[in-house]
């Protein structure tokens, strides 16, 4: 009975170093700051490295706890090499085809731009050594990444390659090493992975267009309506007010703009499922595109409104407030008269103020709730409240703000300046538009239709249902 109970027990013992799993060794060719951040998280990890390098005893400050070799000593001694060399350094390699042939060969360089070479890298190494397997990886992550370990936003790791065997030590390594991997398939895949670290700002390419866009056009909008037309109809020089001035209002309008364009798509969208009656049918591509860039154009437009209440801050201390400030005080010391207080204005700029305040507070909310290290640890429910509830009531209170702004301007002639309108009455037509739209979806009878679209339900076509019943 004893020697049965033995036969399946389990020991609590600690392992004998004996018995302890032997540490893999791995091979990095390249002692740049690459390999060597690779080579230091690699030793975190449990695996043992070497270096192979063309001047293994000069080769410069290594991790401790490696060892350097020439190339061949290096590849004979790992059945996995990480290839951290440029390309145009490759040319060496094919001397080593004998020592690497059977190894799994790491591709993980990168060009300075695209379609440098007629074909990638990976594929360039594959050919130069065609006993070898290589699997590109590793190459969308920088030596930064590497040294301090994945974050939410490098945390994924792509592959491919024509071995699934090799492709599989590979993704082995990246797991230990605490990445997401994610396989993009065979070898030919390669320029597609080449080509991720080449593209600049891809998410916030159109958001930025449409700011430049809407900015150049504020401005000069303005400065026609503002500078120009007080310097050919008044005859006075205000070009001053360029700076300051002018920046402090093209700013919120532009902000503002954005904000409402986060929003118009799901509104867009809501009508076209209640159109539809499904919500099984696809967006059409635009819409699509435009959702998908819809946190790149908050965070724009909280840039631009961030710059409008630095430029609001400085109002105060600048050259000609304090100059009007001056020659209006004179003015009444020598006429003798003191200007009444209106409890209307007091009301109104104080309205004014404190709604900005509540608006922009809300607006850094919803900023910083899209952060990918904030949002990590929010519920579904909790992030979509702050981003969908808090986010019409912040385009609510950053609407209004600028209601409290016009006032009753726009029932004086003289706000229309060559027939222009004001920059702020511009800038509420979309916010308006989708704050009234956003108000119909809240209608009892049109939430409860889009609730039930949303949860699978479907409207049948009575043309499809007399269809369906001729035919049966």
Not at 349 to 375: K, Q
Request: charged share 15%; proline share 5%.
């Amino acid at each position: 009975m004893s020697k049965e109970v033995n036969s399946e027990s389990v020991s609590l013992c600690p392992l004998s170093t004996a018995a302890a799993t032997e540490q893999e060794m791995l091979c990095i060719f390249g002692t740049g700051d690459l390999g060597r951040s690779l080579g230091q998280r690699l030793l975190q990890t449990g695996y043992k490295v070497v270096y192979g390098s063309r001047r293994p005893h000069s080769c410069g400050p290594l991790p401790p706890g490696t060892q350097a070799m020439s190339h061949v000593a290096a590849a004979q001694s790992a059945r996995l090499v990480f290839v951290c060399i440029h390309r145009e350094n490759y040319n060496f390699l094919e001397t080593l085809a004998p020592q690497l042939k059977g190894k799994v060969l790491v591709d993980v360089s990168n060009n300075l731009k695209k379609n440098m070479y007629p074909e990638a890298n990976a594929e360039y190494l594959q050919r130069l050594i065609p006993g070898a397997q290589v699997v590109k990886g590793f190459n969308t992550l920088s030596a930064w990444a590497l040294q301090n370990g994945p974050s939410d936003a490098n945390r994924q790791v792509y592959v491919c390659g024509n071995s699934l065997e090799a492709k599989q030590a590979v993704i082995e390594v990246a797991t230990k090493l605490g990445f997401t991997v994610l396989d993009r398939g065979s070898l030919t895949a390669a320029r597609e992975l080449e080509d991720f670290p080449l593209q600049l700002f891809p998410e916030w390419r159109l958001p930025l267009q449409l700011a430049t866009g809407l900015t150049a056009f504020f401005f000069f909008y303005l400065l026609i309506r503002d500078v120009i037309y007080s310097y050919v109809v008044n005859d006075k020089d205000i070009s001053f007010r360029i700076m300051a001035s002018l920046a402090n209002k093209v700013f919120p309008i532009v902000s503002l703009i954005m904000l409402s364009l986060c929003y118009l798509p799901g509104v867009i969208a809501a009508f076209l499922q209640l159109y539809r009656g499904t919500k099984y049918k696809r967006f059409p591509d635009w819409l699509d595109r435009w959702m998908l860039c819809r946190k790149q154009l908050g965070l724009v437009a909280l840039a631009l409104a961030s710059l409008h209440v630095l430029y609001t801050l400085i109002i105060p201390i600048r050259y000609y407030v304090r100059y009007r400030l001056a020659a209006h005080t004179i003015s009444q010391i020598k006429e003798n008269k003191t200007s009444p207080f209106d409890t209307t204005m007091a009301w109104r700029t104080d309205s004014y103020y404190v709604i900005g305040i509540l608006g922009f507070g809300l607006y850094l909310l919803l900023g910083i709730t899209s952060l990918p290290s904030v949002s990590n640890v929010l519920s579904w429910r909790e992030f979509s409240f702050i981003q969908s509830k808090l986010g019409y009531l912040t385009l609510f209170f950053c609407t209004f703000h600028t209601y409290l702004y016009g006032w009753d301007t726009f029932l004086q002639p003289s706000s229309y300046k060559w027939f222009m309108l004001p920059g702020y009455m511009l800038s509420l037509v979309v916010p308006s538009v989708v704050l009234v739209l956003k108000l119909l979806l809240l209608l009892p009878c049109v939430d409860s239709t889009l609730t039930r679209i949303r949860q699978g339900w479907e409207r049948t076509d009575p043309e499809q249902e007399r269809k369906k019943l001729l035919l049966t």
